[in-house]
């Protein structure tokens, strides 16, 4: 329980590969404890396994596996229960988990049911979590929600089709997290999207940046300090040498606030 109270707690959704698993093990390499959230159990527990071997056993569980589906509202209240007679607190959330990048739709002709599961955890799967986090955060004065988004939800650079449920269910999560921001200020809780960029995972394909390289940014609006943005949808914008080497990545903001993490400079817009 002492070591619960030192350590800060990051839950990551969908986590049990791609970017969340590579989220999990940045944080964890932090010093955070990490909650591993899973649909599936079995696969769960692996990756919270392999992170803890890696974590060169200093703690074996500095890497917990939680069941979570974040479309079930049960297996919601069943982990928000367990995290708060475990820990008394959660400091950060990571609404990673998301589904259907519909390549093979279009708007006009969108099968809606598929756009309704889309709906149903890529944006009300993080409200829900949101939802029964903030009590706790607004209790201990300190929280970070991190809603992992896409360029293809922002309403200023979509300018094609394709990816209906995909790219309206991440525009919307981009509102959700506006209005949670402003609901939220002076309550220590920031809210900001992070589109981490293209990267090559299950549903970004081969040829995208390397998952190292598109967790950074989510780590970063995780970990921001007391006087962070919050509020904001932070883009990655990759720029290469060559074909294969990454100079640096930019994130843009209308303010053109700036910072720099790993000597990395980050502009962050809207």
Not at 12 to 30: M, P, Y
């Amino acid at each position: 329980m002492n070591d619960n109270k030192k350590k800060k707690i990051a839950l990551v959704t969908g986590s049990n590969k791609g970017l969340g698993f590579e989220t999990c093990r940045q944080l964890a390499q932090l010093g955070l404890k990490v909650l591993l959230g899973a649909r599936d159990v079995t696969k769960g527990k692996a990756a919270a396994d392999q992170l803890n071997i890696e974590n060169d056993l200093r703690d074996n569980n500095a890497v917990l596996s939680y069941q979570l589906d974040v479309s079930d509202q049960d297996s919601i209240s069943n982990v928000v229960k367990e995290v708060d007679q475990c820990f008394g607190r959660l400091d950060m959330l990571v609404n990673n988990a998301a589904i259907l990048y519909d390549t093979w739709q279009k708007a006009v002709n969108a099968d809606l049911e598929v756009v309704n599961d889309a709906l149903r955890t890529n944006l009300f799967g993080p409200w829900r979590l949101s939802q029964a986090f903030i009590p706790i955060m607004k209790t201990n004065r300190y929280g970070r929600i991190v809603n992992v988004s896409s360029l293809g939800g922002s309403l200023q650079y979509t300018n094609y089709g394709r990816t209906p449920a995909y790219s309206i269910s991440k525009a919307a999560l981009n509102m959700l997290t506006r209005k949670l921001a402003a609901e939220l200020v002076n309550t220590g809780i920031l809210v900001n999207s992070v589109d981490p960029g293209w990267v090559a995972t299950d549903m970004g394909g081969h040829g995208g940046r390397p998952v190292q390289d598109g967790a950074k940014g989510i780590v970063w609006a995780a970990t921001l300090p007391d006087d962070g943005p919050s509020g904001g949808f932070f883009v990655m914008v990759n720029l290469y040498h060559g074909s294969d080497r990454l100079i640096h990545v930019i994130f843009r903001h209308v303010e053109h606030s700036t910072a720099i993490v790993h000597g990395v400079v980050y502009y962050f817009v809207v």
